[in-house]
């Protein structure tokens, strides 16, 4: 960090008002690289909502049905993009049978797992769910969490009738808040991390 000079006449910034902006400056700078996993139609089109979001600051927002060639398949591409060094965080909203594979599938790379962020509803979350019924996805998410410590229960959208899910009360975090917010503290960790 530059030392802060203070300056005398119009164009002068207190201490604190430089390392403000150094700091703005600093984060500003970094970027980061997300990919965004999980069930398609409606999972699809809120991921895509969600990669707007987090362009609009800053951050580069895969999506494999959107990002990945349609010459490769999709196994083979995603385990490929993960892999990347590049790519700092991999969300998986995991919302069908098809995200589960994706989960159980990546959670096993040790060159993948530390990048995953993994999103359940409350009712499947290892910790916070419901405690009877903890089948083999939810122990899985489980030993996730203890080694990577990466797994948020999200609230579910309101029910078709207009009422908020028992199972998925308001305080809960909408995924989009979820991701919004791990991504853009990765970033700032990042960059003050970096010198």
């Not at 700091?23 to 999980?38: D, F, N, P, W, Y």
């Not at 009738?161 to 989009?176: L, N």
């Amino acid at each position: 960090m530059p030392p802060m000079v203070h300056r005398r006449g119009e164009d002068a910034l207190n201490p604190a008002e430089a390392l403000k902006r150094e700091q703005e400056r600093k984060v500003a700078e970094i970027s980061i690289i997300v990919a965004l996993l999980g069930a398609g139609g409606e999972g699809l089109n809120e991921r895509r909502e969600i990669a707007a979001k987090l362009g609009e600051r800053g951050i580069t927002a895969l999506i494999p049905e959107d990002d990945l060639s349609e010459d490769a398949a999709a196994s083979l591409a995603e385990r490929d993009m993960l892999s990347q060094d590049d790519l700092d965080l991999a969300f998986i909203n995991v919302q069908s049978w098809g995200s589960a594979a994706e989960f159980a599938e990546f959670q096993a790379d040790i060159s993948i797992a530390p990048k995953l962020r993994i999103l359940v509803e409350r009712r499947y979350h290892p910790l916070y769910g419901a405690s009877s019924g903890s089948g083999y996805l939810t122990d899985s998410y489980l030993t996730h969490d203890a080694v990577f410590g990466h797994v948020y229960l999200h609230r579910q959208p309101l029910r078709e009738d207009g009422k908020e899910d028992q199972d998925s009360p308001a305080w809960i975090p909408a995924t989009d808040e979820i991701i919004l917010k791990i991504a853009e503290r990765f970033r700032q960790w990042k960059a003050f991390r970096s010198k």
